[in-house]
Every structure is written in C-alpha cells, then in structure tokens.
C-alpha cells in the first residue's frame, strides 16, 4: 500500500512547533550567503508544510520539483529494496535541508523522504531556487563546503544502523543528533533540539515502551540526562562503547 503524501500546512497546531517561513529558511546555513533580495524570491515562493510521523514527503523517482528544509521535527532519508524493506540512509532536523542537489542537478529523487517525527518543513520550488542559485557564486561554493560533512555524517548512519539491535540503533540516532546538534557543556554532549522517547523510538525503528526502557536505562546507569525534552549525553565513551 503506498504511503500517503504529507499536505501542505495539514493541521494548523498538530505539533507545537509551527514556525515561520522566514525562521526555516533563515535556520539553514547552508543559504547564508543570500542576499535580502533573494531571500525574499524564495520567501515569495515557498510553501510553508506539514508531514504526520510516517508520512510520505516524495518518494525514490519522483521528479525533483522542490527541495525541503526542515523547520520542526525531523525527516529521514530511505532506500527501499526489492522486498520493500527500508534503509535508513540520512536523519536530518531544524535548519537541514533536503532534496537540493537532486534539485540542482535536475534529477530525480533517488531517495524517499518520510517524515521520522511530526514535522513542519517548508517547500522551495525548483525553478525559483535555481534561479538564485545561479546568480549566487556564494550560496555554491556554500553548497560545496556542505558536502563532505554531510556524505560523512550519511556514511557513519549506514554503518551504525547496520546491527540490527535495539540499544545499538538508538545510541546511533543519539550520536547522529549529536554530532549536528550537540553542543559540548562541561564534559557532556546536550543535544539542543527537543525530542521526546517516542521520537528516538520512531527514529530507531522501535516502539516507544522500548525506547523508554533503555533511555530510563541509561539515565540509572549515568549515561545519558533528559531535561525538558532535552537530551545531554553525560558518558560518551561508555555509550558509545554500543557501537563498536
């Protein structure tokens, strides 16, 4: 059965999180260098969304007809294989963007995007982003840069989503969120975007009692310390330790 496509601004309130256009697209660093002037085309033609957990943002093939930047929540990047079993390939969150170089290179999407959590993310036409990005030697050199980092951070999720177990997937989404999150505070790792234990659970491919289990878990053992959503890693080798 195929996944339902997410509606353009769906439910008005479904997360607490709805932002503006202009804060989504002024979180992604990636569009730093644009001028107020094209800042204001793209302003003019995005189209502010919303995707449910589990929601279908574009499928593997689809034409690249826009790229998204997500403004709440976060969105993951998956293979299907012939058996219809998914990999998931990149987790992206607030100020990330996704679909872009597809966009550029006129292609279509060789990856699917569904939404890992409920998210909010705005809608950058094609046609309207090619037009600064041509005219912007910056935003290209800015896009290069980006690249590498993000084909390392890719790569390190294929690798820590390759065990098959629970504990290991979920101090790999962890880690992951850290490593474009995380901020270091005295020793620790605080991860400075709001998740709950259902979004790790959605995010690691487990059930929301499982995740709880194993972060209530790791917080008895010392591990890790929630705050208001918050999450810090407080032992970073010994969680990691999971992974090797």
């Not at 998914?86 to 699917?112: D, H, K, N, T, V």
């Not at 800015?142 to 997937?169: N, T, Y």
């Amino acid at each position: 059965m195929p996944l339902p496509v997410s509606r353009t601004i769906g439910k008005v309130g479904a997360t607490s999180g709805k932002p503006a256009k202009v804060q989504v697209l002024q979180s992604c660093s990636i569009l730093n260098p644009l001028t107020e002037q094209e800042e204001e085309v793209l302003l003019d033609a995005v189209i502010l969304a919303f995707a449910e957990r589990g929601e279908c943002i574009w499928r593997a093939g689809d034409p690249s007809e826009y790229m998204g930047i997500v403004g709440d929540g976060f969105v993951k990047m998956v293979k299907c294989s012939s058996n219809g079993q998914e990999s998931a390939m990149e987790l992206l969150g607030p100020g990330q963007c996704f679909g872009m170089m597809a966009a550029i290179e006129g292609r279509a999407f060789p990856l699917s995007a569904l939404a890992a959590t409920n998210c909010w993310y705005v809608k950058i036409p094609t046609h309207y982003f090619l037009t600064v990005y041509h005219s912007n030697n910056r935003l290209k050199d800015q896009i290069v840069r980006s690249i590498g980092p993000r084909l390392r951070r890719a790569h390190e999720m294929i690798s820590r989503f390759s065990s098959g177990k629970v504990d290991q997937r979920i101090a790999a989404v962890l880690f992951i969120l850290a490593d474009s999150f995380g901020v270091q505070k005295e020793g620790a790792v605080e991860i400075q975007v709001p998740l709950t234990r259902q979004d790790l659970g959605e995010m690691a491919g487990t059930t929301t009692e499982t995740s709880i289990r194993i972060l209530s878990r790791w917080q008895k053992e010392g591990l890790l310390k929630t705050d208001n959503r918050f999450m810090t890693i407080l032992n970073e080798r010994e969680l990691g330790r999971l992974l090797t």
